[in-house]
Structure formats: structure tokens, C-alpha cells
């Protein structure tokens, strides 16, 4: 059985340093497995977040090799294993212990989003007439996992913190189930224009290119919210429908 | 020394943040009381997000044939009759609402061409009736759950790990716990607690189980003075992934073989064919054609074989390995691919309705399903066992305290059909918020035995006090021997054998020692996750000891035929006043008149 080497985070909020361990790999592995071992064998108190283990959680989020990925679906076989895998944990949240991350940031941004406003429903028991073409869209955004490493690789949050300002890819894909769904009528716009600073994406797709569920995250999602923003306040002709009827 | 430790006031306490324990906190919270959830992992993680093929609810959006009497039938039928006959008829009867009111909630489920819910085929139900997204229904449901939940004002404790419930008087008061990330004490002081902690997939070794999964809520109760109520019948899925090692034991939905994927030997023969229960020879199709119009949408076709319960398609595929008929990697095969010879585009097809399988395999296994086969094997998946409870209300033995979904028992029987969790962790879930806050109403806040208090925590940290083996290899060791003792076929000698290994592995568990310190140290965590996995692992084998016969999950090799005189009775498991376990029998609670005309009607 052949072997390999894990450069692994070691440390808390004061501080710490890689570490190097090097494990027994078989046949199909995933990094999220060398990390069990090494916590078993090495390191009992290693931290690492996993619940699944397939992919459908998106709780074991971490940057291997640089590159933001769930540990879970990490093919050993696609890295270079004759030098040590690097595997830390995700930037843009605080850390809290070796490979696990404080994203609690996250679910007080969901808070702030205006929910679901259903309109009347169709039918006398209650229930909607949906038609299949009408939600394919809102449900490729409901495929998200929440492993935020969107949110972990976006320049916005990443690099210039705004996370004050600006609620990330994650939750622009969640206003967009929300705004597609179509028995919804809440009005989110004006919301994303100023208090979730959608302005803010410059659309470079790093989200898209990170996502584990390949959810079209910039083309799909963040451009038509966009669009609907510049619509509404910047669109001179439809400005001047609006102020001489076309009721 | 007195144990430092944060206090927290609610009216209603649910633990665990599934389907189930969502549901109860919405309920509760509309019953106008002050409702708490704890939960093992972040909010949205719990393993209700790995469901795959759907709900099950007789709405009849697909065949208007299809109402709560058929489901209440189907339910009873896979369960062999040990189930609670009112819980099977309450989850047939509430589904429909409890599905509706999820896309109220903010659900998107795939839709029938006039616009309805669709619903897909499963094993075991003999129409159409599993509501579904693609392959993710699980993450569908507990996203709806959990969108909605944080609107409701309850309070969310994340990464919370409950060690004991605390009593006074013999009713439950609170609990008692501490948060993973920092190793602080918590005390929950509630009027009402709602166990939805899920099962106990992490005692074997080949589980689509994740590591919450540790039977949290059937100790807890156990050791509260609960009954525990068949907890001999582990459901084996019998598809879950076998290739290549690492993947071992993830599932692989019922949905495939829903959408017309059929089980092949190494000879390419579809073996299923060969073994059908008296029971089902009815509703089963005589030939492959006939199976695959069922799959399609006949509504005079009867299902493919394929599609019969899950005990038993784990049976014939064991059976099949063991005579020398398996795949290279003892398994069989699973193949979607062959419905090329009958759909254009069947690989567009595939991709559309099992979007995760194919990701799952292409990623993991290098297998493209459109092309070629999968490789499958039984793996451990669901407890239908657990917390005996009242089947309206669903409070256990224990005044206040109440269990929800996979923690709770009683709607399978021997056996659960696919598509019959999702829709029980939002009938119960809701019925079990709805009497917890009812309970919380009714009663005053019981007062904490802080002696209690102190000597849990002083427990709990004495593994770091210790030189001892690593907590790992105690799990390690447990899961081995479950999987080779207590597995999907069982004998006298091997379960004895169990149960004296199991008191070993209590000893070891005394002694575990773990370093580092409480911050987010998984290694306590696991060492204290032990005491719950040995109690239930226990219970298992004792049930399974006392059933002498096979029936629905329990299959024994010296008692291979199903016996009548089991058929009458439910074991049920208690901690005697010495602290040892006691198993006895408890008769099977009566039908109705009308139950027992409708399952005559449909037999």
C-alpha cells in the first residue's frame, strides 16, 4: 500500500501551524478519509466538520491545495500526492479549531432575506398549478448544499470583508429561488439593491467555478437579479413608462 | 466540585434538527410556547438531507386510485403486522396535508403535466405515490423546514450534543449537555422534551449513516425509564455503493430501480425473478416487459420484483453473493443503462431523474450509470425500532418526554417502506410539537437535581483524565462486531457471542482516554458517544436474540421461516431497577373493525 502526505492546520483563533502526517491511501479515496485516518491514527482531537460523506451536505468545506473543495469529494487520484497535500481551512469565516471554520454569519444573513409570500392558491383544496418549466430554474438553485465555499471564495467577502454590506453568492441564489418561485409575490428588490448590495458582485464567476452542486451561480442566479435591479431604478425608458402610465 | 455551566429556559426542548425535529419546533412554536432545538451538527446538516426518492402520501395526483386505505395497507403489509395499526393509519391519513403544507413552506417539487405534485413508484406501494425532487428529496424537505423554522422564533442551539435527561419525579425536566465547538456545559431546563435524534446507522461498519447517528435519543429515553420497542428490526438497504472501499455503504436510491433499473448476476440474469413472497405474488409482474410498462406508467401493469420490500431484495442479493453469483466486488449489479434499448435519449433521461446517482458515481466510483452498470450491496440504513410511543401524542413512558421520526417506533413494524421516513418525520414530528407544547401548557417547570448535574459532568470529562485506548478503536471494534454478529442474517450462537463482546466493549469505553482539551475535540466526542451505541447496540442483539423466527428485517438462519406465534406480539425493552436490560413481550395493539376490513379488502 503506498502512502501520502497531508499538510494539515493545526491551531486555533490565537494561532497555529501546519503540520505534516503522512497516512496509508487505497484505491478511490477522498481526502476527507485520509483526514479520519490521521484523526484516528495521529491526531485524535484533529477538528474537521463531515456529516454525509457524499456530497449532499456541505458540511466538510476546505481549501486543498488552495482551492476551495468538500473534503468528501476529493478524489486522491486527481492531486499530486509525490508532494504534501495541503489542506486548510476556509478563509473568509473566523476560525474556530483546526479545520472548522465560524460560519454563523451565514445563517443570520438567511434571517435578514425576506421570505416566501405565497399568493392564493389555485385550486379549491388548496394547493398550486405549477408547470414543470417554470421551476426548473428556482429548483437548480435549490440543489445548494450550503457548504459556503462560495461565500469563502468570493473577492467581496474574501478579500475586502463586506460582510456588512453584501450577502454573497450563496444567499443571492437563495433570493432567486425565492424571487422564481412562482406562487411567491414578495417584492425583494429593492432589498438586494441597497441592503444585499448585489451591486457589489463584478461578476468574476469564482463562485460558480467553486460550486460543488455546478449551479450556475453568476449566469443563472446573480445576473437576472441584477437585471431586475437595473430595471427597477436605472432603466431611463422604462423609468419614463412608469411615470406617464402604462398602468 | 460543582460543574460550571450555562442555563437555558424553554418551554418545549426538541433535540436533533432532522424532519422530524424541525417539524416538532414549528408546531410547538405555533402552539404559542417557548420553543429550544438542539442539534449534534449545523442547522440543514442533520441526515434527513441524504433522503433521496421522496415522501410518501397517497394524494392519487398520478393515479386517482390511490387513497389512505391503500396506504395504510401497504404500510401494514411491509411491516408483516407488527405495526402500531393507529400510527400506520394516522401517517396515511395526515401525509397528504403534511406535504402540501411543505410547498406552502417553500417546496419545489417536480410537477405532473397538468401542474400537480408528482409522484414516483417505490418498493412496497402499489401506486405511484412518493412526492419527490429528482433524487434530493431529503435536502428539499429539510431546507423547507429550516427556511421556515428561523422565521418562527425558536431558538437554535448548533453543534449542542445532549449526555442525559434530567428528572424530577419521574418526568423530564430538561437536559443536560455541552456545545462541541468550545466543551462548555449547557443546561436545557424544559417542561417538555421531544426526542428527534434519528438512528443508529454509525454501530456498523457499513452504514449510509453519518456519524450523528448514534442512537442518542433511544438512550437517552432508555435510560430515563422509556420503553424501547422492537428494536430487532434494522433495515438493511439493499442497494448502497460497494466499490470502491472508501465509498462503501453510500445509497444508492430505490428511485433507480423506480425508474426502471433492474438487479443482474455475473450471469446477467435479473435473479429477483426467482424468489417472490406468497404475499406479494399478486401484485408483482410475471414478466420483464410487464415490469418495465409498471415502470412506465401502466396502470395495468404490476410492479417488477425489483421493487419488492427491502428485506427482501437484501435477502436474494446476500443469497446470491453467497452462492457465487456476485459481482467481482461482492455485490451485484444494478443497471439503468439497459432502458436505452427502449428511450430515445435514455441517457439524457437518467441524468434528469437520478441527477445525484449519476454525480455520485461518476465522481466516486468512475462509473458512468447511463453506460454501464453499478455495483451494489446491502448496507445498513434505517432503525425501524426505537422509542415506544402513544401513537397520537407521541409521548413515550416517560411523562413529558416524546419521540419523533426514526428515534420514535411503532409505524414500520418488521419493516419500512421507502418513502415512509420523510413522511413520517412530519406527520409525528408535527403531532409530537403540537402534545409537547400542550404538555408544556399543562404543567409547571419541575425543579433540577444539580447533584445529578455535577456527577454527569464529572464523568464526562474523566477521558481526559486517563491514559486509556483511543475511543476510535472501541467504535472501530463495536462496528465490526454488529456487522459480522448482528447483521442482516443472524443465529443463535453469533448473537451470544455479541452480547458478551458488547460487555467487553462496555469495560473499554470505562477506560478510554483522549487528549487536547474540550475545544471541538472529536475525540471525546466520540468517547462520548459510546455509552449510547453500546445501549442500543445491546438492545438489538437482545431482541433479536428473543425472536426465534424471521420476519420483515430480522431474518435468523436457524429460524428461517416466519412463526405464527410471533405474530401476535411486539419486545419491548426496559432497564430493570438492578440498571440491567429486561426484554419482554407486549401484545400487538388491537385494530379496528374498519383496519381490519381494509387490510381483508386488500389482501
Known sequence: MSTATFRIWRGDSSGGQFRDYTTEISDGMVVLDAVHHIQAAHANDLAVRWNCKAGKCGSCSAEINGMPKLMCMTRLNTLPLDQPITVQPMKTFPLIKDLVTDVSWNYKVKLGIKKLKTRKPDAPDGTWRMAQADIDRPQEFRKCIECFLCQDVCHVLRDHQLFDEFIGPRFLIYAAQLEMNPIDTEDRVPDLRKKHGIGYCNITKCCTKVCPESITITDNAIIPLKERVVDRYFDPVAKLFRAFGAK | ?603
Open chain 2, 1 to 603: 466540585m460543582a460543574a460550571e455551566y450555562q442555563t437555558f429556559e424553554h418551554d418545549v426542548l426538541v433535540i436533533g434538527a432532522g424532519g422530524a425535529g424541525l417539524r416538532a419546533a414549528i408546531e410547538a412554536s405555533a402552539g404559542g410556547v417557548k420553543v429550544g432545538v438542539v442539534s449534534k451538527s449545523l442547522l440543514g446538516k442533520a441526515h434527513t438531507v441524504m433522503a433521496e426518492g421522496g415522501m410518501a402520501a397517497s394524494m392519487g395526483n398520478v393515479d386517482d386510485r390511490d387513497n389512505w386505505r391503500v396506504h395504510f395497507s401497504d404500510t401494514m403489509r411491509g411491516g408483516q403486522y407488527l405495526n402500531n395499526p393507529r400510527m400506520a393509519e394516522l401517517h396515511a391519513k395526515d401525509a397528504p396535508a403534511r406535504v402540501r403544507e411543505l410547498e406552502a413552506w417553500g417546496a419545489l417539487f417536480d410537477r405532473t403535466k397538468d401542474g400537480r405534485i408528482l409522484q414516483r413508484n417505490f418498493g412496497g406501494h402499489r401506486y405511484p405515490r412518493l412526492a419527490h425532487v429528482g433524487d434530493r428529496t431529503g435536502l428539499e424537505m429539510i431546507r423547507t423546514l429550516q427556511d421556515h423554522g428561523i422565521h418562527q422564533g425558536i431558538d437554535f442551539h448548533m453543534e449542542c450534543t445532549i449526555i442525559t435527561l434530567l428528572l424530577d419525579a419521574g418526568r423530564v425536566v430538561g437536559a443536560f449537555g455541552y456545545d462541541r465547538e468550545r466543551g462548555r456545559y449547557q443546561l436545557y431546563h424544559a417542561k417538555a422534551v421531544v426526542l428527534a435524534t434519528g438512528g443508529i446507522g454509525r454501530a456498523y461498519k457499513i452504514t449510509s449513516n453519518s456519524w450523528e447517528y448514534t442512537g442518542d435519543g433511544m438512550s437517552l429515553a432508555y435510560h430515563a425509564g422509556a420503553t424501547l420497542l422492537g428494536m430487532e428490526f434494522v433495515q438493511f438497504h439493499p442497494t448502497g455503493m460497494i466499490w470502491p472501499p472508501s465509498v462503501r455503504g453510500i445509497l444508492v436510491t430505490e428511485g433507480v430501480r423506480g425508474d426502471g433499473g433492474v438487479l443482474l448476476n455475473n450471469q446477467g440474469k435479473r435473479f429477483m425473478f426467482d424468489d417472490i413472497p406468497a404475499n406479494y405474488k399478486n401484485q408483482t409482474a410475471d414478466t420483464p416487459d410487464e415490469g418495465w410498462r409498471y415502470t412506465q406508467g401502466d396502470k395495468n401493469a404490476r410492479r417488477p420484483p425489483e421493487l419488492l420490500t427491502r428485506d427482501h431484495v437484501a435477502r436474494c442479493i446476500v443469497r446470491e453473493v453467497r452462492e457465487g453469483r456476485g459481482s467481482p466486488h461482492g455485490g451485484v449489479f444494478l443497471d439503468i443503462s439497459w432502458i436505452k434499448e427502449k428511450l430515445p435519449n435514455a441517457a439524457e433521461h437518467i441524468k434528469k431523474k437520478l441527477p445525484s446517482m449519476y454525480h455520485q458515481f461518476k465522481q466516486l466510483g468512475d462509473v458512468d450509470i447511463t453506460q454501464a452498470p453499478m455495483e451494489v450491496g446491502p448496507t445498513m440504513h434505517y432503525m425501524m425500532g426505537g422509542v415506544r410511543v402513544d401513537a397520537d401524542t407521541q409521548m413515550s413512558d416517560v411523562p413529558g418526554l416524546f419521540a419523533a421520526g426514526e428515534c420514535g417506533a411503532g409505524l414500520h413494524g418488521a419493516n419500512r417502506l421507502g418513502g415512509n421516513s420523510l413522511s413520517d418525520l412530519v406527520v409525528f414530528g408535527k403531532r409530537a410539537g403540537e402534545f409537547a407544547a400542550k404538555f408544556a401548557k399543562e404543567h409547571a417547570a419541575g425543579s433540577v437535581d444539580r447533584a445529578q448535574v455535577d456527577e454527569v459532568a464529572r464523568q464526562s470529562i474523566e477521558p481526559f483524565e486517563r491514559q486509556g485506548e483511543s475511543p476510535y478503536q472501541v467504535q472501530y471494534d463495536l462496528q465490526d462486531l454488529m456487522q459480522n454478529l448482528v447483521g442482516i442474517v443472524r443465529r443463535q450462537e453469533e448473537l451470544e457471542r455479541a452480547l458478551e463482546g458488547i460487555a467487553k466493549l462496555k469495560v473499554r469505553a470505562g477506560q478510554v482516554g483522549v487528549s487536547g482539551n474540550r475545544e471541538y475535540n472529536p475525540g471525546w466526542h466520540t468517547a462520548l458517544d459510546l455509552p449510547n451505541l453500546l445501549t442500543v447496540s445491546e438492545a438489538v442483539a437482545r431482541a433479536g436474540l428473543e425472536r426465534k423466527e424471521s420476519r420483515g428485517a430480522h431474518f435468523r438462519d436457524d429460524y428461517p421461516d416466519k412463526d405464527p406465534a410471533y405474530g401476535t406480539f411486539n419486545f419491548v425493552i426496559s432497564k430493570a431497577r438492578d440498571g440491567a436490560m429486561r426484554v419482554d413481550r407486549e401484545p400487538l395493539p388491537p385494530m379496528t373493525e374498519e383496519q381490519k376490513q381494509i387490510i381483508e379488502e386488500m389482501k
